[in-house]
């Protein structure tokens, strides 16, 4: 398993914590690392993207409401939820990642975690948002390839 998925797989496990057990992030994080054993490069980007959800969560839980027409965010899947909320952070805030890469990544752990239908339908939602996106979804804005940026 690359560094990026596994770090994509502990944001989801993180996020979804949360929507249960709110409170003070900073202890959060560091009761959620105790018995993890992670790669420093692994665990910042997985920081990183639990921190620009944190941050951003009402936005894309917009953009989530926009793009899965007749569903309210509060009753899917929590797994779903933070799923596409990862997602969305990376197609609308990390231009280095193309929109491909994260909703490959998306439905891979949205299939792992939840299930098959999980998967069909997190990338339902997260293909009519990549098209209403003002980039190319295969390229990263740096010019360097999928692969290159995800280390593989």
């Known amino acids: 398993m690359g560094g990026r ?13 949360r929507d249960f057990n709110e409170g003070d992030i900073e202890s959060a994080l560091a009761e959620f690392w105790r018995d993890k054993d992670s790669g420093d490069k692994a665990r910042g980007f997985a920081e990183e993207l639990i921190r ?3 941050g951003r969560k009402d936005e894309l839980d ?10 309210d965010v509060k009753r899917m899947g929590a797994v779903d939820r933070n ?25 891979e752990i949205a299939k792992d975690l939840s299930g098959v239908e999980s998967g069909k339908f997190v990338n339902g939602i997260l293909d009519r948002a990549c098209k209403e996106q ?19």
């Open 134 to 152: 003002d980039r190319p979804a295969r390229a990263a804005a740096s010019g360097r390839s999928a692969a290159a940026k995800e280390g593989k």
């Open 83 to 107: 799923v596409m909320r990862v997602a969305l952070y990376e197609m609308t805030q990390r231009p280095d990642i193309p929109p491909v890469v994260s909703i490959n990544e998306a439905v």
């Open 62 to 71: 917009k953009l989530i409401r926009k793009y899965a027409e007749h569903w």
């Open 5 to 17: 998925h596994e770090a994509r797989q502990w944001a989801v496990q993180f996020l979804f914590q």
């Open 52 to 54: 620009g959800v944190e």
